[in-house]
């Protein structure tokens, strides 16, 4: 089956990240939105940061925007995403008791949560069943020929037809890495790609 060979041998490239150091889905959750439309580089150090200075819910439920402002200039949208935090914050203590929600449901009710966001927390931080779909891996996916979608949405949907469920929580992760060391959007390197021999895209330039 083509999606689990494609798991398979990236697996054998990649250890696990970021996320597998970490066990508190508050911090997934800031962590993830803080990662929209911003580059891991700058994510995770900004995260670290922040939670330096603000090491819980109830802080952060209590922050000046503009002091969470300064901690995560560095971020896209950091002005939004300073509100949304705050929000966040609010909301899981008047609403949840202090707890980030672990289905997506009731995740998506959150203030600038979508769905990518939502899989996130529900793979890295409660380590359910889940494919949170980013750019990366809408186009690897459908450079590779497991799906052939337009959108997001749809990907998400045809990857959970195609990949066996005990292998979505691994989907994310590695095709993001892959994404930003071989399969990249502009030149990707075909040359050296693990995955070269299954790919119906290789060696086509991508402008």
């Given at each position: 089956?083509?999606?689990?060979?494609?798991?398979?041998?990236?697996?054998?490239?990649?250890t696990?990240?970021?996320?597998?150091?970490?066990?508190?889905?508050?911090?997934?959750?800031?962590?993830?939105?803080?990662?929209?439309?911003t580059?891991?580089?700058?994510?995770?150090?900004?995260?670290?940061?922040?939670?330096?200075?603000?090491?819980?819910?109830?802080?952060m439920?209590?922050?000046?925007?503009?002091?969470i402002?300064?901690?995560i200039k560095?971020?896209?949208?950091?002005?939004?995403?300073?509100?949304r935090?705050?929000?966040i914050?609010r909301i899981?203590l008047?609403e949840?008791?202090?707890k980030?929600?672990?289905?997506?449901?009731?995740?998506?009710?959150?203030?600038?949560?979508?769905?990518?966001?939502?899989?996130c927390?529900?793979?890295?931080?409660?380590?359910?069943?889940?494919?949170?779909?980013?750019?990366?891996v809408h186009?690897?996916?459908?450079?590779?020929?497991?799906?052939?979608?337009?959108?997001?949405?749809?990907?998400?949907?045809e990857?959970?037809r195609?990949?066996?469920?005990?292998?979505?929580?691994?989907?994310?992760e590695?095709?993001v890495?892959?994404?930003?060391?071989v399969c990249?959007?502009v030149?990707?390197?075909?040359?050296?790609?693990v995955?070269?021999d299954?790919?119906?895209?290789?060696?086509?330039?991508?402008?």
């Amino acid at each position: 089956m083509l999606a689990s060979e494609v798991i398979s041998r990236l697996r054998g490239i990649y250890t696990p990240g970021f996320f597998d150091r970490i066990n508190d889905p508050f911090y997934v959750l800031i962590s993830t939105v803080l990662s929209q439309r911003t580059r891991d580089d700058v994510t995770i150090p900004t995260t670290e940061k922040l939670f330096s200075v603000y090491g819980s819910l109830q802080a952060m439920a209590t922050a000046d925007p503009e002091d969470i402002e300064k901690l995560i200039k560095d971020v896209g949208f950091y002005r939004v995403k300073s509100g949304r935090i705050i929000e966040i914050s609010r909301i899981l203590l008047e609403e949840y008791e202090g707890k980030v929600p672990d289905n997506i449901d009731e995740l998506l009710k959150l203030p600038g949560v979508g769905r990518k966001t939502a899989n996130c927390v529900l793979t890295y931080a409660f380590r359910k069943d889940a494919i949170a779909v980013d750019t990366h891996v809408h186009r690897i996916s459908n450079r590779l020929g497991l799906v052939t979608t337009n959108a997001p949405e749809d990907t998400e949907t045809e990857l959970e037809r195609v990949v066996p469920r005990e292998l979505w929580q691994y989907v994310n992760e590695l095709l993001v890495r892959f994404g930003q060391d071989v399969c990249r959007p502009v030149s990707p390197k075909c040359d050296v790609c693990v995955l070269a021999d299954l790919c119906p895209s290789r060696m086509i330039r991508v402008k």
